[in-house]
């Protein structure tokens, strides 16, 4: 059986350190013109989240303005000690991206998502065609999951965010959110047969 495209290993950002994230923070909200330090380390992160819960990538831009604008603004809110500031950011994101959608019909069109997220062109045309099958019956797959679990995925393979980060934009136990996590993915491997050659 094949994996599902390495939705496993798929890392798109490494993680900064709690205690680096809570120093430029802290920084920021000393210093409110350092906020752009925290903008440049979270909005590809953020935007990568939003595109997926948007129907355009304009409408993800804008979105992702609001998220950055509301987390300056709601800065000297942020407590360490209720969880990573990872989490908070994406709660606010989160927030943001349901308002969106009311305000529309939904929409979660992984076909738009940057081609870094799905993988690289990389490859003989024989090779990409086939990579091109195997990333649209994943797709499939991942469409017909409910739009909590779809949510668990954007939040782990689009932001980029851990499991703790996870539990505190869904309001969860980090164990559950590992767990669930798990279960998703299995059950997409499981799902995921490779058509034969």
């Not at 000297?76 to 994406?90: D, E, H, V």
């Amino acid at each position: 059986m094949a994996s599902a495209v390495g939705l496993t290993r798929v890392r798109t950002v490494e993680p900064v350190s709690t205690v680096a994230e809570d120093a430029l923070v802290a920084e920021a909200i000393a210093r409110p013109e350092a906020f752009g330090e925290l903008y440049e380390l979270f909005m590809p992160r953020v935007y990568r989240y939003v595109r997926t819960r948007t129907a355009s990538a304009e409408e993800a831009a804008d979105v992702t303005q609001c998220v950055f604008v509301k987390a300056m603004s709601s800065l000297s809110k942020y407590r360490a000690s209720r969880g990573p500031f990872a989490g908070w950011l994406f709660r606010i994101a989160h927030n943001a991206a349901v308002d969106s959608h009311r305000r529309r019909k939904p929409t979660l069109n992984w076909d738009d998502l940057p081609e870094s997220i799905a993988e690289s062109n990389i490859g003989s045309p024989e090779d990409l065609v086939l990579r091109r099958e195997r990333l649209d019956h994943l797709r499939v797959l991942v469409s017909r999951l409910d739009t909590n679990k779809r949510e668990l995925l954007a939040l782990r393979f689009a932001a980029g965010l851990t499991s703790r980060e996870i539990a505190a934009v869904v309001g969860k136990g980090e164990g559950a959110v590992k767990k669930q996590l798990f279960r998703i993915i299995a059950s997409l491997k499981e799902q995921y047969v490779e058509e034969p050659d």
